[in-house]
């Protein structure tokens, strides 16, 4: 949290603790009506304009019914955070129409996420400073064009999330996904269970982030995170990109939830842009 702190005071932005923001509670940073406490106060705060999530870790679907989102529609904060995070993104979109920012936290400061890398990126990104993603062509990119607003976020929790009222519509979006720690067969369960229920059908296109420190078992799986994704889709025909730079990894670029977004992917050159209107 120090650290945070020490970063919005060097790029001129006021901030305020929330009060049990360092608390805990078994696995959970404080229980829920603690942390269900702290939102409700910064939604009902006029002065601030954006809540940053301290981490992800597991814990955000407890809030649901303990918090007053109501009071965005009237009030619209912006929403920080990724991974668990991935939750509140939904119900922005879903019940709210808001756009949120799926980007650094705090915690990744202490893990070494550097400011170049993502950080410094995300603030520029709230003021207004448009950014240019620094992609690369990769073997299973597929070709092709698409527009739609742009959804989705960790796959456990998109996985969990299905039938849900805030699960999101797959038809003509763009959805972004990305995993972390997960066993291979899991992500391989995870995508065929998404694609029974019709969520990778429709889509005006995929963008794949990092899928960071996955794990195999003695027995291998015998394909990649990549390779996994790219099977469970492989009869659509919409875009594909991989290795887009936000996830888990020290490399984590700010993505704008719930706005339009243009994917083109080529042979030799790729594209993500925002469409500004």
């Known amino acids: 949290m120090e650290q945070a702190e020490k970063y919005l005071d060097g790029i001129g932005m006021r901030h305020l603790r929330g009060r049990h923001v360092a608390g805990s509670w078994h696995q959970f940073g404080g229980t829920d009506q603690q942390r269900a406490d702290d939102l409700n106060s910064m939604l009902l705060n006029p002065e601030v ?36 995070i991935t939750v509140f993104h939904a119900l922005w979109q879903k019940k709210l129409g808001l756009a949120s920012m799926h980007g650094p936290m705090p915690k990744n400061l202490e893990d070494g996420l550097a400011a170049d890398t993502g950080m410094d990126h995300l603030w520029h990104f709230l003021q207004g400073e448009w950014p ?20 989705g976020g960790n796959v456990t929790i998109l996985s969990m999330l299905k039938g849900a009222d805030i699960d999101f519509d797959p038809k003509g979006k763009i959805l972004f996904i990305e995993e972390v720690g997960e066993h291979l067969y899991h992500l391989d369960r995870m995508m065929y269970g998404l694609k029974v229920a019709g969520k990778l059908k429709g889509l005006a296109g995929l963008v794949v982030g990092q899928m960071t420190d996955m794990q195999d078992n003695k027995t291998a799986f015998g394909a990649t995170a990549y390779q996994i994704i790219s099977q469970a889709v492989a009869e659509y025909d919409y875009p594909v990109l991989f290795d887009f730079p936000s996830g888990h990894d020290k490399c984590n670029w700010p993505l704008l939830m719930g706005h339009k977004v243009r994917l083109e992917v080529m042979k030799d050159k790729v594209a993500f842009t925002y469409v500004r209107k």
């Open 49 to 84: 304009a954006v809540i940053w999530c301290m981490r992800g870790g597991y814990g955000a679907v407890r809030l649901l019914d303990r918090v007053r989102f109501d009071l965005l529609l009237t009030s619209p904060k912006w929403l920080v955070g990724f991974s668990d």
């Open 132 to 151: 240019v993603y620094p992609l690369k062509p990769h073997s299973l990119n597929r070709g092709g064009q698409g527009t739609g607003r742009l959804t």
